[in-house]
């Protein structure tokens, strides 16, 4: 390991939350004023967590870190999931109590357009994670609407720290990306109380708009060479005004997400969930919880050094 590199992973040792990495090694022998966090490991607001402090024991009582996926269909969800746990392979399926469903009655029940929120989807490349999806309510079912909303008010505060969701992706496809918000999305801002559980929107195979961009420029009379090269930079304006667009939407709503993170080429080879978890760490705020996140993200060694968790 290089000499730069070396400085910035002990650099990286003093991190705290919410504050850039030093360029060098602390030397500081000055005493650090203790952290404002309570019962439950939520930080306060203004104060600068480090993250060794010790909650083991509240970090064991969650378990699992728990995430519900929300979006259309169609919005890539599952190959998300699939990248954030580094499998190619579909998810376990088991009921609320644990109990495993065959994949085929899985299949039948949704293709019949009935679908159980409280269902878990584990993949065994990770089984750290645990993730509920809200498939219905976006195609406006209302019974479907309600059955998430009573989930989350449920799953955001219950008692039993282990069966708590930790954070929700709700996926918008740029492919459709004319209609950036529909009505049954919009009521999920403006219905759904989340609590503490931090909402961050995910513009899902932002990808597609190269070809929106270059049917743009054709139909501005150029050549298709000249439109391939100039493509990215019509693609990338495209994308910024879009998420504008859709931040400026949501932030008129009653309870707006917390966060928006464009996701590209996510079905390839190469693809990277670092940005997805950093942002999903980010926006939380208990001490436990980002320490439970970093640590189920194994494979992840960038943010396993960026946040400093000692296990």
């Known amino acids: 390991m290089a000499p730069g590199r070396v400085n910035k992973f002990f650099s990286s040792l003093h991190f705290h939350r919410g504050s850039a990495p030093s360029a060098h090694v602390s030397t500081s022998t000055s005493p650090q004023p203790p952290p404002e966090v309570d019962d439950?490991?939520?930080?306060?607001?203004?104060?600068?967590?480090?993250?060794?402090?010790?909650?083991k024991e509240h970090f064991d009582?969650?378990?699992?870190?728990?995430?519900?996926?929300?979006?259309?269909?169609?919005?890539?969800?599952?190959?998300?999931?699939?990248?954030?746990?580094?499998?190619?392979?579909?998810?376990?399926?088991?009921?609320?109590?644990?109990?495993?469903?065959?994949?085929?009655?899985?299949?039948a029940s949704i293709g019949r357009g009935h679908h159980n929120i409280e269902n878990e989807l584990v993949f065994q490349g990770n089984p750290g994670f645990i993730f509920h999806?809200?498939?219905?309510?976006?195609?406006?079912?209302?019974?479907?609407?309600?059955?998430?909303?009573?989930?989350?008010?449920?799953?955001?505060?219950?008692?039993?720290?282990?069966?708590?969701?930790?954070?929700?992706?709700?996926?918008?496809?740029?492919?459709?990306?004319?209609?950036?918000?529909?009505?049954?999305?919009?009521?999920?801002?403006?219905?759904?109380?989340?609590?503490?559980?931090?909402?961050?929107?995910?513009?899902t195979k932002a990808d597609t708009l190269n070809f929106a961009a270059i049917e743009q420029l054709l139909d501005e009379g150029k050549t298709i060479e000249a439109a391939k090269e100039q493509a990215f930079g019509l693609e990338k304006q495209m994308l910024t005004n879009i998420q504008t667009k859709i931040a400026r939407e949501l932030a008129q709503c009653t309870f707006p997400?917390?966060?928006?993170?464009?996701?590209?080429?996510?079905?390839?080879?190469?693809?990277?969930?670092?940005?997805?978890l950093r942002c999903t760490a980010d926006a939380l705020d208990q001490v436990a919880l980002l320490q439970l996140l970093i640590t189920t993200q194994q494979a992840n060694l960038v943010l396993?050094?960026?946040?400093?968790?000692?296990?």
């Open 61 to 107: 009582r969650i378990g699992r870190f728990r995430i519900l996926v929300m979006g259309r269909a169609n919005a890539g969800k599952t190959t998300i999931l699939q990248r954030v746990c580094n499998t190619t392979d579909l998810p376990e399926v088991f009921d609320g109590k644990g109990n495993k469903i065959d994949a085929k009655i899985v299949e």
């Open 257 to 276: 997400p917390k966060g928006y993170l464009p996701l590209n080429n996510m079905n390839g080879p190469c693809a990277d969930c670092t940005l997805l």
């Open 304 to 311: 396993n050094i960026e946040y400093a968790v000692i296990q």
């Open 40 to 55: 439950v490991g939520r930080v306060h607001a203004g104060s600068k967590i480090p993250l060794r402090l010790d909650t």
């Open 133 to 203: 999806d809200s498939c219905g309510f976006e195609a406006g079912s209302a019974n479907e609407f309600e059955l998430m909303n009573e989930f989350v008010a449920h799953r955001a505060t219950t008692l039993k720290l282990e069966q708590r969701i930790h954070a929700i992706w709700f996926c918008i496809p740029m492919t459709d990306f004319h209609r950036t918000i529909t009505a049954a999305e919009a009521r999920f801002f403006n219905k759904c109380d989340t609590g503490s559980v931090p909402v961050i929107v995910l513009l």
